[in-house]
Every structure is written in C-alpha cells, then in structure tokens.
C-alpha cells in the first residue's frame, strides 16, 4: 500500500491543476456565457476545494491516540472523503444541473465561441496531466488487480477519488467541447444546456460512486486476507501458542489496522507465561507488520472461535 506522501503528491498536482483551470474556465464563461463553460468552471473549483479537503483529512488523521480517541484518528480521511463526494454531488453536478436547465429555459447564443475551444483544450492538457500522476500513483497501489476490484479493496481513498474526479473532469471536458460545437454549428444554443445537464449526470454518478466506498470505509472494512493470513502465521508460530484459531480485523486508516486474535494457548502455560508471549507477539507484529497498530488477543478455544464465526457468516448472508 502507498505511504500518504505518494497520496500528497496527487493531490498537489489536482490542486495545482483545477484551480488554474477554474480561473481560466470562469474567465471564459464570462466572455461568452457559454453555461457548460459555467459548469465547467464550477466543477474544477469544487474539486479544487475537494483536494484541500482530502488534505486536510490526512493531516487529521495523523494526530496520535488521546484519552477521547484511544485508538486514533485516522478514520478522519474516510469521513472528508465522504464530505468531498457530498460536495461533488451538491455543488457540482446540482449547479451544473440547475445552469443547465435555467440556459435550455431561457437560451442565449454564446459569444467567442473560439475563446471555449482554447480554454477548453488547455484544461484537457492540464486535467490530463493531474490525472496521468493520479494514475500512476493508483498503478502502484492495485498491483494485479482489476481496476474496479482495486478500488472497492482500497484503504486509501485519497488517490482513487483524485483518479474518479480527474477522469470525470475529462469527460465533462468532452461534454463540453460536443456541445458548444453543436450549439455552434446547429444554431441552438439549447444544446449548450443540454452539455451542463450531461456534465451533471457524470458528476452525479462519480459522487454516487465515491460515496459508496467511503462509506464502507466509515464503517469499517476488514484487512485484506493476505493480512491476516500473515498475522495468525505469525501468531501460530509462537511455541507457547497451540492454535491460532481466527482474527478479527478493521481498518481505521490506510496503514492503521487494529487487530483482535482469537488464540488457544497451550494448557500448561501460566498466567505470567501467556502475558509473555503476547508481548512477544506485539513485539514482532511492530517489526514486520507496523500497520497492526492494536492489538488484542482473546483466550478462546477452537470450538467457541468457530461458533462464533459461523453465526458472523449467517448474519452476513455467507455460507
């Protein structure tokens, strides 16, 4: 999984980006009132905001345990990330929505048709470029997974929701361009609001989208099992351990995993001598595996251990 500098420097790039191409696009909006040009401009504010945001989030998210969050905060960066996909549906695809009705209501030609072309093709330059370092970033994390399968297994949403909003800008870029060209060449500028409703509608189904995931993740989604294959390993291997019979797993952040193990010591072992091996437990889970940040562990023999992931299986619908 990425450490959150590669996450910054995504960032960064979109911020830098889209608030170039706000400027630009609301300048161009203005000269010609064109309203996909409008919505456009909106669109790469509020991913502008957004970036600052998921910033701001992972910032949150890296303060240290206190007495009122004993376990961190790092679930900070699933609750803004849930904030910026509330806000790309209101503010982006809503405005862009309410443009695109108010100009097929009352249509206006656009003026300097050439000046949207330009601004147009520069922010499809900038937004491309955003987008290609969202991509890469994105590549590392996925490794050899599929591409939707890599985002519904992610922890970190900060790179995914730079990659949907950027690849959303792009087509709401396409939209755009197919519109005022239409406009343009048909002589109805009712297909100019016709293009703001279809930006809209793709901001609309990318807020859906991201907030789904982020929603998962606010709820608390388990560890991959690589993870906690790795973990009752480690656990198994200790002498004083008999069975490693299960672990129960949640993420609070991208690299923050709070663990609980099901163990059945061996049964000679003293009180003193099972105190032991789960500080040496703790031990080398902090050397090899750093992102289990708690741990707990339940004496438990193997029998209640499957009893109890059974009735867990049924109430989630598995066999």
Same mark, same amino acid.
């Given at each position: 999984?990425?450490? $959150?500098?590669?996450?910054?420097?995504?960032?960064?790039?979109?911020?830098?980006?889209?608030?170039?191409?706000?400027?630009?696009?609301?300048?161009?909006?203005?000269?010609?009132?064109?309203?996909?040009? %409008?919505?456009?401009?909106?669109?790469?504010? #509020?991913?502008?905001?957004?970036?600052?945001? %998921?910033?701001?989030?992972?910032?949150?998210?890296?303060?240290? =345990?206190? %007495?009122?969050?004993?376990?961190? $905060?790092?679930?900070?960066?699933?609750?803004?990330?849930?904030?910026?996909?509330?806000?790309?549906?209101?503010?982006?695809?809503?405005?862009?929505?309410?443009?695109?009705?108010? $100009?097929?209501?009352?249509?206006? =030609?656009?003026?300097?048709?050439?000046?949207?072309?330009?601004?147009?093709?520069?922010?499809?330059?900038?937004?491309?470029? &955003?987008?290609? #370092?969202?991509?890469?970033?994105?590549?590392?994390?996925?490794?050899?997974?599929?591409?939707?399968?890599?985002?519904?297994?992610?922890?970190?949403? &900060?790179?995914?929701?730079?990659?949907?909003?950027?690849?959303?800008?792009?087509?709401?870029?396409?939209?755009?361009?197919?519109?005022? %060209?239409?406009?343009?060449?048909?002589?109805?500028?009712?297909?100019?609001?016709?293009? &703001?409703?279809?930006?809209?509608?793709?901001?609309?189904?990318?807020?859906?989208?991201?907030?789904?995931?982020?929603?998962?993740?606010?709820?608390?989604?388990?560890?991959?099992?690589?993870?906690?294959?790795?973990?009752?390993?480690?656990?198994?291997?200790? =002498?004083?351990?008999?069975?490693?019979?299960?672990?129960?797993?949640? $993420?609070?952040?991208?690299?923050?995993?709070?663990?609980?193990?099901?163990?059945?010591?061996?049964?000679?072992?003293?009180?003193?001598?099972?105190?032991?091996?789960?500080?040496?437990?703790?031990?080398?889970?902090?050397?090899?595996?750093?992102?289990?940040?708690?741990?707990?562990?339940?004496?438990?023999?193997?029998?209640?251990?499957?009893?109890?992931?059974?009735?867990?299986?049924?109430?989630?619908?598995?066999?």
């Amino acid at each position: 999984m990425a450490a $959150h500098g590669g996450s910054r420097k995504v960032i960064y790039a979109a911020l830098a980006g889209n608030l170039t191409i706000a400027l630009t696009k609301f300048a161009a909006a203005f000269f010609t009132g064109s309203s996909a040009m %409008l919505s456009e401009g909106v669109h790469s504010l #509020v991913d502008t905001g957004n970036g600052g945001l %998921l910033l701001y989030g992972m910032h949150r998210a890296a303060r240290p =345990p206190d %007495l009122m969050h004993p376990l961190g $905060h790092g679930r900070e960066l699933y609750f803004w990330s849930f904030i910026v996909a509330l806000l790309v549906f209101a503010l982006g695809a809503g405005v862009s929505f309410y443009e695109g009705v108010m $100009h097929i209501m009352a249509p206006e =030609p656009v003026a300097n048709v050439k000046v949207n072309y330009i601004v147009l093709g520069l922010a499809f330059l900038f937004e491309g470029s &955003s987008w290609w #370092v969202a991509l890469k970033e994105f590549r590392k994390q996925k490794g050899g997974l599929g591409w939707l399968k890599a985002v519904q297994l992610s922890k970190d949403p &900060s790179v995914y929701t730079v990659l949907f909003e950027d690849s959303a800008a792009l087509l709401g870029l396409v939209v755009a361009f197919a519109g005022i %060209l239409a406009a343009e060449l048909l002589d109805m500028p009712e297909l100019d609001g016709a293009a &703001s409703i279809g930006i809209a509608m793709i901001l609309g189904a990318t807020a859906i989208f991201l907030a789904r995931e982020s929603k998962g993740l606010l709820l608390g989604e388990t560890a991959s099992p690589e993870v906690q294959k790795k973990l009752l390993a480690i656990a198994q291997q200790d =002498p004083a351990v008999q069975r490693a019979n299960g672990v129960l797993t949640v $993420h609070l952040g991208p690299e923050e995993i709070v663990a609980g193990l099901s163990i059945e010591f061996e049964d000679h072992l003293s009180a003193p001598e099972i105190e032991a091996c789960v500080e040496r437990l703790e031990a080398r889970l902090k050397k090899e595996m750093p992102e289990i940040t708690r741990l707990f562990v339940k004496p438990q023999t193997a029998g209640t251990w499957e009893r109890r992931r059974k009735a867990m299986a049924e109430a989630s619908g598995e066999d």
